[in-house]
């Protein structure tokens, strides 16, 4: 049993000072209880808060940053980001994979991220066969967090069709395509490598509307439901508007329509980018009980569009963020993106809120954590007895935090914390980042470098 005692720590039930954290040989948080005189145990001089999930990512991504930024010969979009995209996967293999892997997720925790959603449709290899072992690319992905520290929920995609009503895929999606048993054989993987690890959660993800049939979803969560029926299911939902004209074209319904009414959605589902919604869509996910995955940055980067998170917050909604194509890697700027693209176009300020709060950041920062944590389907997001130990130590001697205490804290912290005040970081009870540094960083990134030189 490891002790700490911290100065100031964010508590499910708010800021509290000289509290100990008893955190046991597996990772857990074994209890939480006011310091008393002769505790022993290592000091925590700086604010303490909870690890941020990270609910959605693609880490190979993370090595396309910066390439889609020059303008193409016709109208530059989402889709034109995708075909540079799809250019690109066709040069990763498994060495590569997994080192991009490692180096991304070292950044994750070291700019806050304790955890990631890795939503993982990187299957075969570039010529669309599987490998010997047809989950080796989820083993790499799951690998690279064990080597760096993260928790990790692996999400295998299942991805059959190249748009809705059972469209051929292309041949830039050839690394993607499973059917359903071909699916699960990776799924199955997954959960036996996961084991008892409680560093390792498995769920599933449909890719998209556009990427399997009604009954091939439905298949897939009912073979799911055999594994696990609590296990996570996340799907890209409403990005693009065209998506939308098209599942209309295809069903009559949009997307969150289509899915509220033909499944259960409910708390074990995540929804990334619901972006284009009406009024009743908005009110249907809210009330549903599952978690609306929001990437502000990459929707910003792709010209999605904006979440309507007034209303989605006014009706009770459930939401984390991600950083998705990894054109940026930091809370900070994911919350302070989905709090200003709202101020843009209200012409307005300080409007995520809810509740009685009035911090715009610890209260963006508690749902965030909040929502991610559920979506992750693991038990983080918060410091209390029975938790993953998933600390963030912040640095005292920051300027930007001097003379800022509780909320105020993460007010500076989300809307003033460029050069990045995370000090030290815990996942699983282990330090996984001390005075800024990660004990394996410069390995990861040599390695990193080679692969992508390679
Ligand atoms: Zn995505």
């Known amino acids: 049993m490891t002790s700490?005692?911290?100065?100031?720590?964010?508590?499910?039930?708010?800021?509290?000072?000289?509290?100990?954290?008893?955190?046991?040989?597996?990772?857990?948080?074994?209890?939480?209880?006011?310091?008393?005189?002769?505790?022993?145990?290592?000091?925590?001089?700086?604010?303490?808060?909870p690890g941020m999930p990270n609910l959605h990512s693609h880490a190979f991504q993370r090595a396309m940053a910066g390439l889609g930024e020059r303008a193409g010969p016709t109208d530059d979009s989402f889709w034109t980001w995708r075909q540079v995209m799809y250019d690109f996967v066709g040069k990763l293999g498994p060495d590569a994979v997994e080192a991009i892997a490692a180096q991304l997720y070292v950044?994750?925790?070291?700019?806050?991220?304790?955890?990631?959603?890795?939503?993982?449709?990187?299957?075969?290899?570039?010529?669309?066969?599987?490998?010997?072992?047809?989950?080796?690319?989820?083993?790499?992905?799951?690998?690279?967090?064990?080597r760096t520290g993260i928790g990790i929920t692996h999400l295998p995609v299942l991805y059959a069709h190249g748009g809705f009503g059972g469209q051929p895929a292309a041949e830039g999606q050839r690394r993607f395509l499973n059917d359903a048993d071909g699916f699960f054989r990776i799924v199955d993987a997954a959960f036996a490598e996961a084991g008892g690890d409680p560093q390792i959660a498995v769920g599933i993800a449909p890719h998209s509307l556009r990427a399997v049939t009604p009954d091939l979803l439905a298949e897939a969560l009912r073979m799911l439901d055999e594994l696990d029926t609590a296990a996570p299911v996340h799907i890209h939902i409403a990005e693009q508007t065209k998506e939308i004209d098209d599942c209309v074209a295809w069903s009559g319904a949009r997307p969150v329509d289509w899915l509220c009414d033909n499944t259960d959605v409910n708390g074990r589902w995540c929804l990334v980018h619901a972006t284009h919604m009406t009024e009743g869509e908005t009110m249907r996910l809210a009330t549903s009980g599952a978690v609306a995955g929001l990437c502000p940055t990459t929707e910003a980067n792709l010209g999605d569009g904006l979440f309507p998170a007034p209303a989605y917050l006014q009706a009770g909604g459930r939401y984390g963020v991600g950083s998705d194509s990894h054109i940026s890697v930091s809370p900070v700027e994911e919350l302070r993106w989905l709090e200003y693209g709202q101020r843009l176009v209200a012409r307005a300020r300080n409007l995520l809120l809810g509740g009685d709060g009035t911090s715009v950041g610890a209260t963006l920062w508690r749902a965030a954590a909040a929502g991610g944590a559920q979506a992750l389907g693991r038990k983080i997001g918060r410091i209390a007895a029975g938790c993953r130990a998933d600390l963030l130590v912040l640095d005292r001697d920051h300027p930007i935090l001097a003379g800022r205490a509780g909320d105020t804290l993460l007010d500076a912290l989300v809307f003033?914390?460029?050069?990045?005040?995370?000090?030290?970081?815990?996942?699983?009870?282990?330090?996984?980042?001390?005075?800024?540094?990660?004990?394996?960083?410069?390995?990861?990134?040599?390695?990193?470098?080679?692969?992508?030189?390679a």
């Open 4 to 49: 700490l005692i911290c100065d100031e720590i964010l508590l499910a039930d708010g800021w509290a000072c000289d509290v100990v954290l008893e955190i046991d040989g597996a990772g857990w948080l074994a209890a939480v209880r006011p310091a008393a005189a002769g505790d022993k145990g290592d000091r925590i001089a700086g604010p303490v808060i």
């Open 107 to 146: 950044e994750m925790l070291k700019a806050g991220f304790t955890a990631v959603g890795e939503f993982h449709y990187l299957h075969h290899d570039p010529a669309g066969r599987a490998y010997a072992d047809p989950a080796e690319l989820s083993h790499r992905v799951i690998a690279a967090a064990r």
């Open 416 to 453: 003033a914390g460029n050069a990045n005040p995370v000090r030290d970081v815990m996942a699983g009870g282990r330090w996984v980042v001390r005075d800024g540094h990660h004990p394996d960083e410069d390995k990861i990134a040599a390695d990193y470098r080679s692969a992508i030189s």
